[in-house]
């Protein structure tokens, strides 16, 4: 059973940086496509950035702020957020198609909290 554990959530003021970490467990041949979500409340979850070999493609209100970037060494993906501002402030949710036993599957990780005070 694969799992996505995502990690470097928290409080920061307005300007500053978190780096979020996507840690996939279980018997994983390989990651495909991952990408990181958010959603804030009262919102639709929405695409923030993916990454799919070296390619990568963001949102617009997150570029050149954000980056995505991937260590397959270690079945991790990270999201470097840079200059947040308080509309960053949602809950970011890793997802990816990983390769486990042969078989492709999409799978979706708990969540961590983000807040940018003003």
């Known amino acids: 059973q694969v799992q996505l554990v995502e990690s470097g959530g928290g409080l920061v003021q307005a300007g500053g940086s978190l780096r979020l970490s996507c840690a996939a467990s279980g018997s994983i041949e390989s990651m495909n496509v991952m990408r990181w979500y958010r959603q804030a409340p009262g919102k639709q979850r929405e695409l923030v950035a993916g990454i799919s070999g070296g390619e990568t493609n963001y949102a617009d209100s997150v570029k050149g702020r954000f980056t995505i970037s991937r260590e397959n060494a270690k079945n991790t993906v990270y999201l470097q957020m840079n200059s947040l501002k308080p509309e960053d402030t949602a809950v970011y949710y890793c997802?990816?198609?990983?390769?486990?036993?042969?078989?492709?599957?999409?799978?979706w990780g708990q969540g961590t909290q983000v807040t940018v005070s003003s």
């Open positions: 997802y990816g198609f990983i390769i486990t036993m042969g078989r492709l599957d999409a799978y």
